[in-house]
Structures are given as C-alpha cells and as structure tokens.
T-cell receptor, first 112, second 114 residues
Framework: SQTIHQWPATLVQPVGSPLSLECTVE??????LYWYRQAAGRGLQLLFY??????ISSEVPQNLSASRPQDRQFILSSKKLLLSDSGFYLC???????????FGSGTQLSVL | AQSVSQHNHHVILSEAASLELGCNYS??????LFWYVQYPGQHLQLLLK??????LVKGIKGFEAEFIKSKFSFNLRKPSVQWSDTAEYFC????????????FGAGTRLFVKA
C-alpha cells in the first residue's frame, strides 16, 4: 500500500536560517506531488506542485522553493527564513490528474 | 482563476442536529469536487468526491453532498451529526482542464456538543 512520510513534525528556526522539509512517497510511481501551507481560517494554500522529476510549478511567489530530485521525493526549501514563513506545511500526492489527494502528517514550522 | 468559497468558518451544533455546509466554486469548465475532513490530531482525509454522474454523492460516516451545476455549489450534508463529527471540513475543486492543482476553501470548523 502507498504511504507518505513527511518530516520533521515540528521545527523551530531563527529568522534568516535555511529550511529543508522532506516528503517521500512509497508504494507508487510517478506520483503528482504537492506542497500546501495551512493557515487557520484561510484553508490550504497551494505552494508548489510537481508532475515529474525536476518539474516544479510555483503557485505563489515567495521566499520558498521546491525540488524533486527523485521520483518520490519532494523537498521544500528556503535559503533565509522570514517570520511570515511560520505555518503548518503539508505534503500531498495523487496518482492521477484530478484524483484525490493523500496528505502527510504535516510540519509545524515556527520562525522566531 | 479557480476559487472556492465556504460560507461558514465556524459551526456549532448539538448532537442529532442536521448539518449543511455550503461550498461554492468559481470555474468555467468541468470540475472534480471533493470534501476533505481533518479530525483533531489526524491527517486530512477524503470524505467524498464527485467526478460525474449522479450529482448526489455519498461518502463515509453518513455524509453526502449535492452538486448543483447551475449554482456552482457542492454543499455537504448529514441528517444527524454525532459528537465524533467534530472536525474541520474543507471543500476542494480541480478544474479538469486547469492543470494539476487542487484548490481548497478556507475550511469550516464544526463543533458538535454532546
């Protein structure tokens, strides 16, 4: 069966420090991969999605970037975190376009 | 651009009350529609989905939703809620010709009083 792993679960980082959040999917191949940020009262904001290795689409211009070095690995990064980057980040995958999403457990990021 | 609007941010009900959560979307073409639920301390998970066919779809735990194309709506209903339905509910849309993006509403927090 398919599983999605996302880590770390919580992270506290100082302003200006780098960020790397990792997400891996097991049990499937060539998944569509997504990074969302969840904010209270604002739902889930799509940040990045990828339909294949090295293919990244950015939805919101910001201080973050994403990479997909392997088929089932999706990384969210920043060179210098801002206070406004604090939030709850969710990784998700789907096996076909238009299909349902499977979510990871999320990372609560606090930038201080 | 696609957008999803959920009418209520917070809903408080007593057990056995009926539930209806509103969802409207903005998209000119064919859509796939979803309701996701996040129970306290758990992952987001699919509640139900509509792709085509019967506009009244049934999901897990007695939930159902009706797609009304003319109103661009996909409201979620349950005849009699339980305390265990306390959760946050998200409506989501994929424009079938709009690429690979699932767009979510802001969510509705439901609290059911025992």
């Amino acid at each position: 069966s398919q599983t999605i792993h996302q880590w770390p679960a919580t992270l506290v980082q100082p302003v200006g420090s780098p960020l790397s959040l990792e997400c891996t999917v097991e049990g499937t191949s060539n998944p569509n991969l997504y990074w969302y940020r969840q904010a209270a009262g604002r739902g889930l904001q799509l940040l990045f999605y990828s339909v294949g290795i090295g293919q990244i689409s950015s939805e919101v211009p910001q201080n973050l970037s994403a990479s997909r070095p392997q088929d089932r690995q999706f990384i969210l990064s920043s060179k210098k975190l801002l206070l406004s980057d604090s939030g709850f980040y969710l990784c998700a995958w789907s096996d076909r376009v238009g299909e349902k999403l499977f979510f990871g457990s999320g990372t609560q990021l606090s930038v201080l | 651009a696609q957008s999803v609007s959920q009418h209520n941010h917070h809903v408080i009900l007593s057990e056995a009350a009926s539930l209806e959560l509103g969802c409207n979307y903005s998209y000119g073409g064919t859509v796939n529609l979803f309701w996701y639920v996040q129970y306290p301390g758990q992952h987001l998970q699919l509640l139900l989905k509509y792709f085509s066919g019967d506009p009244l779809v049934k999901g897990i735990k007695g939930f159902e939703a009706e797609f009304i194309k003319s109103k661009f709506s996909f409201n979620l209903r349950k005849p009699s809620v339980q305390w265990s339905d306390t959760a946050e509910y998200f409506c989501a849309v994929i424009g079938v010709t709009g690429g690979f993006k699932t767009i979510f509403g802001a969510g509705t927090r439901l609290f059911v009083k025992a």
